[in-house]
């Protein structure tokens, strides 16, 4: 998945979906990822860099991951690589 290249987000973590006007927050991790989603990064870079990063367990990145990643598509932020 990608976020949609019409998505804007702030340094702050605000994030504008100029489709439908809605407006959210997320905090710096989801914000990281987001902007590294943005830049192209896979699931698999994304997991890297976040757990070389910071620490947490792998499995408890995948699970706060997806859960994060299906919000973004509940909020149609994302789509499919084509």
């Known amino acids: 998945m990608k ?3 019409n998505i804007s987000i702030s340094n702050s973590g605000f994030v504008f979906n100029p489709s439908n006007g809605e407006t959210f927050s997320v905090n710096p ?8 989603m943005k830049e192209g990064k896979f699931q698999e870079d994304i997991r890297s860099i ?14 706060d991951y997806y859960d994060f990643i299906n919000m973004l598509n509940i909020f149609d932020l994302v789509e499919e690589y084509e």
């Open 3 to 5: 976020i949609k290249n």
């Open 29 to 36: 991790i989801g914000n990281e990822i987001i902007n590294l």
């Open 50 to 63: 976040i757990l070389d990063k910071y620490y947490t367990e792998k499995n408890s990145f995948e699970n």
